[in-house]
């Protein structure tokens, strides 16, 4: 996919991948200066994360870990330990 940069410098995000970042009138792109490629993405809205931590609830507050790592993946059977004899 390419665009041509005009003499202003700009260039025009092509349909499919606007559509993909779900890009839209005003919204902004930070640029990575330190990529030796040409590296942008959508920047988060002033405000955004705070916006999130507002309204997120965690779902495993007051939950052990081993008890919310198994609801996010599952339980996991572990190997038995070298070092016990399974006697």
Not at 12 to 24: G, S
């Amino acid at each position: 996919m390419q665009a041509t940069l005009t003499s202003k410098g700009q260039i025009t995000v092509p349909v499919k991948i606007r559509r993909m970042l779900k890009l839209k009138v005003g919204d902004r792109l930070d640029f990575d200066e330190t990529a030796p490629f040409l590296k942008a993405t959508k920047a988060i809205a002033p405000g955004g994360w705070d916006n999130f931590r507002a309204i997120w609830k965690n779902p495993y507050a007051g939950m052990p870990a081993v008890r919310a790592l198994e609801e996010m993946r599952g339980p996991v059977d572990l190997p038995a330990d070298p070092g016990s004899s399974g006697r």
